[in-house]
């Protein structure tokens, strides 16, 4: 962990020129402020009980989330784990049907069936929110496989932790991936916690971009804390992977400020650590970079501010205002026709 | 149409029918392609599709079962080959969270037509890890379908359904059945053989030229009997219409339904045959607790109770692992005699 604390605190040149135009550092402060309130949001309408079952929020990841909408095209296919209300929100799930969907309401993103681990858009491409550890890394590999069997240019964004990294799912998929060259960008966002357990007690190796040594799969860490990282990394992986070369592998350091869920009050780590990485937060460093090398105004920050916060409210009333589903929706959407159920009682 | 059609080979017609049709199907599996499959069902596939449709996966089931499920989620239409169903056990993940779910967890927005095929059942001295039935474990789960059938014309026909079916289909097929023979006569004789034996066996008469499909969720009666009716399915078919002719010498005249698939479940014509013969006898390969039997025996005893002249009386597989020895091979596997004698008892006769 201290390693990786020292290589993200390294002064990587603030004051010096982004070569990064306006609109790209305000599409990134935007994506991680809308996550981070959105999230704040879900955690305060978790406490009114307004949104029940597991919850899993991206706060203090959000970099990463900034990095994939400017890195990637609208036609790149992606699939994450159950921490996935971020990667929805960058993918282009809007803020009223991932709310409404954490309500378990009928105008939520999947119509009140997934909640918080699995939403879905196939109009965005966004395969989910798997709530299995490790299984959306052969499902994300299958999906590669299918955009390369219809001759595409599109990629597949496989995401995943640090704990689905030990599954002997990842093993069986990067082998297929290189084998057939795949057009697969697997992304490990390590915030260093599989639930309660650090890296560091369950895994010999604390580098996981390593692995992907084992199947000459092109692999490096990235600092996840700050987008423009984030952004370099991934367009470096994405031309790889469109140039026919197959698979690329990405393990992102990254940091969870909650709990692995809400019920999780985080005891396996120390303040100091938390405090540490709250201290290098994307969220506030993008935009003291933005101010600082005159990027942007503080008016247009403030602009970005209101409407996000409006954003939000909007999202939170209308996922208040919306019906439940009925409960005749139990039965469907298990087969494709609508002859069921199947059994008598 | 005079025919002779062994399993493996209506299996592979399905299949290459199908990938001639549509070119997002495709055939992945281990030993599939080169090698011209295991038990030979994908035999010539290479050849006529080449590498690209017809893939030689790693030994890694949880992997490729994930793969052909995101290859489905994306457009494409997979059937997924395990070399057995017990190999299977190693993707229930892919296929029990994921297949069976996608479609819901996504509100319909995720559609999963992949087809998971392979042997499932006993195939002699194979001892334990090799000899098990998987067809009550996957008809418990909403999201796929399940279908089971060794009559090669029907098969053929329920294969084609299956691959062209918008939602996970499970296919038991098996290992030994692969060589059972299907011979239609010009007279309209329909006779199954294997190993030495022969049995006449009602079903599917193909027309030249007709594109077989055969609807999934529907039983077939193979044999039209008055006394009892004895529902089976998978090669215990073959088994009860040996029985059946056991007790056609003694004079008891048993209807035998096959019921081809096993989720959805085809409980009506199971129904009505017992409100004609008022006696059932299910002969199932699986492990009998909490299995297909107790399925059927649940809905007879509460829809057909008024009808039932004996208590529904089951014959499965004995409630053990199953080892090596010819000794235990016949003491587990349901037999002619054990089901003949299980319909005399609910005859009530001697």
New interface residues.
């Given amino acids: 962990m201290q390693q990786v604390l020292e290589k993200v605190k390294a002064p990587k040149g603030g004051s010096k020129k982004s070569s990064f135009p306006k609109e790209t550092w305000l599409t990134w402060y935007e994506t991680m402020l809308r996550i981070r309130r959105f999230e704040e949001r879900s955690l305060m309408m978790y406490s009114q009980q307004k949104i029940r079952g597991f919850c899993h929020v991206y706060i203090g990841q959000e970099a990463i989330a900034a990095g994939l909408v400017s890195a990637l095209r609208k036609e790149d296919?992606l699939?994450t784990a159950y921490r996935a209300h971020g990667i929805a929100l960058a993918k282009g799930l809007s803020s009223k049907e991932c709310m409404a969907e954490l309500f378990g309401k009928a105008t939520g993103c999947?119509?009140g069936?997934?909640g918080s681990m699995?939403f879905?858009?196939?109009e965005h491409k966004f395969?989910?929110?798997?709530?299995?550890v490790g299984?959306q890394?052969?499902?994300?590999?299958?999906?590669?496989?299918?955009?390369k069997?219809?001759g595409t240019d599109n990629l597949?964004v496989t995401m995943f932790g640090d704990g689905a990294a030990r599954q002997?799912?990842l093993y069986?998929?990067f082998?297929?991936a290189m084998?057939w060259k795949l057009p697969a960008l697997f992304i490990c966002e390590n915030n260093q916690y599989a639930m309660g357990t650090s890296v560091a007690r369950t895994s010999n190796v604390q580098d996981l971009y390593k692995i992907g040594a084992a199947f000459d799969m092109p692999s490096e860490a990235v600092d996840g804390m700050d987008p423009e990282e984030v952004h370099n990394a991934l367009d470096r992986a994405a031309k790889h992977i469109r140039s026919g070369k197959g698979p690329y592998f990405l393990e992102i350091k990254t940091y969870r400020y909650k709990g692995h869920s809400v019920s999780d009050p985080g005891k396996y780590r120390t303040k100091d650590e938390l405090q540490a990485y709250m201290d290098i937060d994307p969220l506030k460093l993008t935009e003291e970079k933005i101010l600082k090398n005159k990027i942007a105004t503080d008016a247009e920050i403030q602009s970005i501010k209101d409407k996000i916060k409006a954003e939000i409210e909007e999202a939170t009333q209308f996922a208040e205002d919306s019906p439940l589903p009925i409960a005749a929706d139990l039965y469907?959407?298990?087969?494709?026709?609508n002859?069921y159920p199947?059994v008598?009682d | 149409m005079a025919l002779k059609l062994l399993l493996r080979d209506g299996l592979r017609e399905a299949m290459i029918e199908e990938m001639r049709i549509d070119e997002?199907v495709?055939l992945m599996g281990e030993e599939v392609a080169e090698y011209n499959g295991a038990y030979k069902v994908s035999k010539g596939m290479l050849e006529e599709f080449g590498a690209?449709r017809v893939i030689d996966?790693?030994i890694?089931e949880?992997?490729?079962?994930?793969?052909?499920?995101?290859?489905?989620?994306?457009?494409?239409r997979p059937i997924v080959e395990f070399m057995t169903w017990n190999f299977a056990v190693l993707a229930f993940?892919?296929i029990v969270?994921?297949a069976a779910k996608?479609?819901?967890?996504?509100?319909?927005?995720?559609?999963c037509p992949i087809v998971f095929r392979g042997p499932s059942g006993s195939a002699g001295q194979l001892a334990q890890q090799h000899s098990q039935t998987f067809e009550s474990w996957l008809g418990n789960v909403?999201?796929v379908?399940v279908i089971s059938c060794v009559d090669p014309i029907e098969a053929k026909g329920l294969m084609k359904a299956a691959i062209r079916d918008?939602?996970p289909v499970c296919v038991m097929e098996s290992e030994v059945f692969y060589a059972m023979e299907l011979e239609i006569t010009d007279d309209g004789k329909r006779t199954y053989s294997f190993g030495g034996k022969k049995f006449e066996a009602d079903g599917l008469m193909p027309q030249d030229g007709e594109d077989v499909i055969v609807p999934i969720g529907k039983a077939a009666i193979r044999r039209a009997g008055t006394d009892v009716t004895i529902v089976t399915f998978n090669k215990m078919v073959f088994v009860a219409l040996e029985a059946a002719e056991l007790l056609k010498a003694e004079g008891i005249s048993a209807e035998v339904i096959d019921l081809r698939t096993i989720?959805?479940?085809d409980?009506d014509t199971i129904l009505e045959s017992v409100k004609k013969t008022n006696r059932l006898v299910i002969v199932d390969e699986s492990w009998p607790m909490f299995g297909v039997a107790s399925e059927i025996a649940y809905?007879i005893q509460?829809?057909g109770f008024d009808h039932l002249d004996a208590p529904v009386t089951r014959v499965n597989s004995a409630d053990t692992n199953l080892g090596y020895s010819s000794v235990f091979v016949e003491e587990y596997l349901p037999n002619a005699q054990k089901v003949a004698e299980a319909v005399k008892n609910v005859m009530y006769v001697k």
Avoid: W
């Fill in positions: 296919a699939i999947v119509g069936k997934g699995h879905f858009s196939a395969f989910g929110g798997n709530g299995i299984a890394i052969p499902i994300g590999a299958g999906i590669a496989f299918a955009e069997y219809k597949c002997g799912a069986e998929s082998n297929m084998t469907t959407d298990n087969y494709v026709e002859d199947y008598r | 997002n495709f690209k996966t790693p890694a949880l992997g490729f079962a994930g793969i052909g499920v995101g290859a489905a989620m994306n457009g494409l993940d892919q969270n994921n996608t479609l819901s967890q996504s509100a319909g927005q995720f559609k909403p999201g379908k918008e939602n989720r959805p479940l409980h809905q509460k829809y």
